[in-house]
């Protein structure tokens, strides 16, 4: 089983930034990917981005430019988060999993002020 720990959110300006952390540990595999969801108050979750086990990432246009997924260290991957604006306001949760997403972890809040 594999646990999924965020940590980095807060509250921030607009405009501003803030790096979102996600340490998984337990068992993972080698073709393990890893990415970024959001949910916000009243709505679905989303995904904003992923970092898979080749390196390749992926995200949401609505991310694109602003955003960037990286690997920090062995089975840790950091969300960069610059030119934050309000609608960027919601939980994070870190995903894991081979193939498909089936690891969570608890969610880290992120609130943008205007």
């Known amino acids: 089983q594999v646990q999924l720990v965020e940590s980095g959110g807060g509250l921030v ?5 803030l790096r979102l952390s996600c340490a998984a540990s337990g068992r993972t595999f080698s073709r393990y990917n890893m990415g ?19 390196g390749r990432t ?4 609505s991310v694109k430019g602003r955003f960037t997924i990286s690997r920090d260290v062995k089975n840790t991957v950091v969300l960069q988060m610059n030119s934050l604006q309000p609608e960027d306001t919601a939980v994070y949760y870190c995903a894991g999993g081979v193939g498909s997403y089936n690891d969570w972890g608890q969610g880290t809040q992120v609130t943008v002020s205007s």
């Open 36 to 54: 970024w969801f959001r949910q916000a108050p009243g709505k679905e979750r989303r995904f904003v981005a992923e970092l898979n086990w080749t």
């Open 13 to 17: 300006q607009a405009g501003g930034s």
């Open 58 to 61: 992926n995200y949401a246009n």
